[in-house]
């Protein structure tokens, strides 16, 4: 069974920094995309950056310059780097992926249970 595991969120002052990193583990054939989604109390879930099955990193307008997507050599793991953070970047951060399992033949999307993530004064 595919999961996805995140880990890193946590309260920090405006201005401050974070690192999430989200881990895919289990019968994983082949990742198609990985990325990071967001939702605030009270928003829709929206995207915040995405790597592409053509190699391209998608971010959302509100967090370019100051977030950065990576994914680890093991590339069943990324990263995103949030810098200069904002109130308004508060908010439950989940990991996404298309991911083909051994046992499937297609692709199917898959959701962490999101960390938190909180900026505040």
């Known amino acids: 069974q595919v999961q996805l595991v995140e880990s890193g969120g946590g309260l920090v002052q405006p201005g401050g920094s974070l690192k999430l990193s989200c881990a895919a583990s289990?019968?994983?054939?082949?990742?198609?995309?990985m990325g990071w989604y967001r939702q605030a109390p009270g928003s829709q879930r929206e995207l915040v950056a995405m790597l592409t099955s053509d190699g391209v990193t998608n971010y959302a307008d509100s967090v370019k310059g100051r977030f950065t997507f990576s994914r680890a050599a093991v590339r069943n793991t990324v990263y995103l780097q949030m810098n200069s953070l904002k109130p308004e970047d508060t908010a439950v951060y989940y990991c996404?992926?298309?991911?083909?399992?051994?046992?499937?033949?297609?692709?199917?999307?898959?959701w962490g249970k999101g960390t938190l993530v909180t900026v505040s004064s």
């Open positions: 289990g019968s994983i054939l082949s990742i198609n995309a």
């Open positions: 996404n992926a298309e991911i083909q399992d051994i046992s499937q033949a297609n692709y199917a999307n898959y």
